[in-house]
């Protein structure tokens, strides 16, 4: 488990960390940005409070994500994280819903 700061543009929502020092990962919309990557963070647009994300990779995985360009990592979608909710949201209706027996 690796943490990153991660913000959220307050635009299009999305969330995107910085995966390397020279990482300058912007958002969806463009509004906002991210650098630094572990040493020191450096944020551009307009974002919200930045948090601790954990991830289940290792550094050289974000490191080399970003340096082989594979971009798998440092951005969050908001369509993505929509997707998460609906379906957490489902399981959980699907939960309470069970009647218990006896
Ligand atoms: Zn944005």
Redesign the pocket.
Known sequence: MFKVNAIQ?L????VIFSRARHDYRS??????AIDGGFDYTRLI?SYSEPVKLALIVTKKQLYDDWNNRTDKYGKIEMKEITNKLNNAKIKKVKRTSRKRIG
């Open positions: 543009c635009k299009c929502r999305d958002c969806s919309c463009g509004k906002t647009g």
